[in-house]
């Protein structure tokens, strides 16, 4: 390990035991190259992989971006030596055929303490390593020098896995994590979910960002299911709900399935027509299969009956509709559909014509404003057209009071004044955040404004080419398991530099606990071994692993059999 200087760096005390090759030709726009020693295996080398370059002056810290066989003469290749004569292709390895391993130096530090940069810590790369200079495999310091380590001082770093071929903690710096909009990308079974559930562990552990989830498939509240390999049968993961218990409050919309599942519900959640505004409807144009003029007649209603625009034309019948666009100037043609597309709404269960008791986004505001976070699970309602609908009148009113709370505290600069920090988590992202509905939905306004009022977004989608570019460029830290399509993977890497060998990175991702993180939480890109949801993380998350839980219940079971006897 390194020793630590007066401010706290380390200082590299590296050894030659970890060297991998030397650099020879290269640039800093197109990335370097190094000859890869010929006692080292080419299959060792993963594209991703984590290195370092010792310069003369500075350590570079890089990744492994492609790997390619080569020979000084042609001849070798036209006549390779056969299979059995092991002795001609040793004598050949490394001297007339070697390999090549292409280096993207993500980062520079100075390596003399006494620099007057080298307290300013990692920083971008500037410049390149010379001829000849060596490559190194990182080490734990390294990593550690780059993204710090879980349990600092200053509480800030959460560690979501491990480099490729390490033991060691990648962290995210969850202060900056916080500060805007996040995504989570991967096509489908690559672990999405799981990657989200870590995330937010960390958000609700350091108490960084206060949370909306979202939960389309009730995955994130009390349990999910977990597969597992073989033939064993599937098993269950803990939900945020066990492992934060009260710093976690679950609502649902469909209260009878979730109490099938075993859960009590903290709230139910119900919507009345008269909550849901034209803006709400506006972005379900594609899923109701709507055409702008049946917006435009949805308008008109809401000039003249406003918040009971929808109770009123959903109360209409048959030839009532045609009668009714008359009196109010529409498009009969365009309203009846309206009025036939929405009557869908009716079918809901949360569906309610008039509230009675609390309403429910005033309730969710109760628990946002005490810092506990809220899982709003579908339970049965798992629509598309359901999703939509909900997310979009949930978010919109609760972004309105944000708004209103924030320019409060901006008048007054009370610190009581100053809103919770917010993240929203919306799954199927690319249906809020397409080129379309992005210009229509709350969402693609809370991406644009930054965290201007203390709201962002963490946006988990399969599709990412499917979400508008503007709103992809305002995300802040991108976590990407596999992707095969070229336009996905294009879309991830929008407005990052040296895409070229980051492409390759992520289509060579395994299809199970590996991602590449690249943005704003984390110093350089770097592929992971994403980390354990189990036993040890519950502990690690403060909460009580399975087998104290059991033991627990054991004891109560023993305890009351002596107070009252057996059943």
Not at 121 to 132: C, D, L, M, Y
Not at 326 to 333: C, D, N, R, W
Not at 544 to 558: I, L
Request: charged share 30%; net charge negative.
């Amino acid at each position: 390990m390194g020793k630590q200087n007066g401010n706290g760096h380390i200082i590299s005390t590296r050894h030659r035991r970890g060297r991998v090759g030397v650099v020879t030709r290269g640039s800093l726009v197109e990335g370097l190259e190094m000859k890869l020693d010929a006692e080292r295996n080419v299959e060792d080398m993963k594209a991703g992989k984590f290195v370092v370059i010792e310069g003369d002056k500075n350590d570079f810290f890089s990744m492994v971006t492609d790997m390619r066989l080569d020979a000084t003469n042609s001849e070798i290749l036209l006549h390779p030596p056969d299979r059995s004569d092991e002795l001609l292709r040793q004598v050949l390895a490394g001297t007339g055929t070697y390999n090549i391993v292409s280096l993207r130096p993500m980062l520079m530090m100075p390596k003399d303490p006494m620099s007057r940069d080298f307290d300013d810590g990692p920083r971008p790369v500037k410049a390149i390593p010379s001829h000849f200079s060596l490559v190194q495999e990182a080490e734990e310091e390294d990593v550690t020098r780059i993204f710090g380590k879980e349990g600092d001082a200053e509480g800030k770093y959460f560690s979501i896995g491990s480099p490729l071929d390490m033991d060691t903690q990648v962290c995210i710096d969850m202060v900056r994590f916080a500060e805007r909009s996040n995504g989570i990308f991967g096509k489908t079974g690559t672990g999405k979910s799981f990657l989200t559930r870590l995330v937010l562990s960390g958000l609700i552990h350091y108490d960084r960002a206060v949370n909306l989830i979202f939960d389309m498939h009730n995955e994130y509240g009390w349990k999910a299911m977990k597969e597992s390999s073989g033939k064993q049968t599937s098993s269950f993961v803990k939900g945020l709900k066990q492992l934060f218990g009260d710093r976690v409050a679950i609502f649902s919309l469909d209260p009878k399935s979730t109490r099938a599942r075993g859960i009590q519900p903290d709230h139910e959640v119900y919507i009345s027509f008269d909550q849901i505004a034209v803006e709400d409807i506006a972005p379900l144009q594609d899923e109701l299969k709507l055409n702008p003029t049946a917006v435009e007649s949805a308008y008109l209603v809401y000039a003249i009956y406003k918040d009971a625009w929808l109770r009123t034309l959903l109360s209409l019948e048959g030839p009532d509709v045609e009668e009714f666009a008359g009196e109010i100037g529409a498009h009969a043609g365009s309203l009846v559909a309206l009025h036939r597309k929405l009557k869908r709404l009716e079918n809901f269960p949360f569906m309610v014509k008039k509230m009675e008791g609390a309403d429910c986004v005033d309730r969710i505001m109760e628990h946002l404003d005490a810092g506990i976070n809220v899982v709003l699970e579908f339970g049965q309602q798992t629509s598309m057209l359901c999703y939509l609908l909900v997310a979009n009148v949930l978010a919109r009113r609760i972004h309105e009071t944000y708004v209103k709370k924030s320019e409060r505290f901006y008048a007054t600069q009370r610190p009581e004044d100053k809103p919770r920090q917010l993240m929203i988590t919306i799954e199927e992202a690319h249906k809020f955040l397409n080129p379309s509905a992005a210009k229509q939905t709350i969402f693609g306004t809370i991406a644009r404004e930054m965290r201007k009022y203390y709201v962002s977004l963490l946006i988990v989608d399969q599709r990412p080419s499917g979400i508008d570019d503007e709103v992809l460029s305002q995300i802040g830290t991108r976590i990407t398991a596999l992707l095969n399509d070229e336009k996905d993977i294009a879309a991830v890497l929008t407005g990052v530099n040296g895409t070229e060998g980051l492409r390759s990175v992520l289509a060579s991702l395994d299809s199970k606990q590996q991602a590449l993180v690249l943005g704003h939480a984390v110093p350089m890109p770097v592929v992971i071994k994403t980390r354990e949801y189990g036993e040890e993380f519950y502990k690690a998350m403060g909460a009580e692993s399975v087998q104290d839980a059991d033991t627990r219940r054991e004891q109560a079971e023993q305890e009351r059999e002596l107070l009252f006897g057996p059943e």
